[in-house]
């Protein structure tokens, strides 16, 4: 399978944790990064996520105490929170649009809807959709990045408190990932894998 383009990006991204200081991504590969996040699966198509993009110099600074330290914070090109919507059952006008436009029953509408806010009447199911379709998002970041020779580290040493209070985020969202990104100045350390022998189970345990 190493002829197959999608397994070969799989295969290549690793972490990365010494990056190429002062590279300055174009704006066109970071557009096509942030919309292959947009793209990744949602429960419900509700797209319980929103990109905090760090590139300034100036904002660098700010998050790398947040982040203890990490040089990659300021070496890297961008770092891009990604948090999760905790009130993603309000995004719930992508099927009014479907409605209008002719691509969906008003009856499925109104039923999707009745289903998610009764699922979002727990706030446990708030928390773990925020999270889950958040990683999602933060896979697709990863894969596109390194299809375009950049790589990434995702990052969960942060405060996340920190992170809302200094960056004003709303209450709506909570920080689930950080992702580094840019050009590697030294390759990720090797990393081993379990064989799948210790990872399947067909059929049951």
Known sequence: MSNNETLRVISERHAVK???KGFVMPEADLNAILTAASEAPSSWN?????FLVIESE???AKLLPIAYGQSQIVDSSVTIAVLGDLEANRNTFI?????EAGALPAEVRDAL?????GAYQ???TARDEAIRNASFASQNIMLAARSLGYDTCPM???NPQQLVETFNIPARYIPTLLITVGKAAEP?????????????VKGSF
């Not at 099927?95 to 409605?99: E, G, I, L, N, P």
């Open 18 to 20: 010494k990056y190429e």
């Open 46 to 50: 509700l797209q319980h996520w929103k």
């Open 58 to 60: 100036a904002d660098k």
């Open 95 to 99: 099927y009014d649009q479907a409605v």
């Open 113 to 117: 809807v009745g289903q998610i806010n």
């Open 122 to 124: 727990s706030a446990q």
């Open 156 to 158: 969960g040493g942060y």
């Open 188 to 200: 990720a350390r090797p990393a081993g894998r379990f064989p799948l022998s210790e990872t399947v």
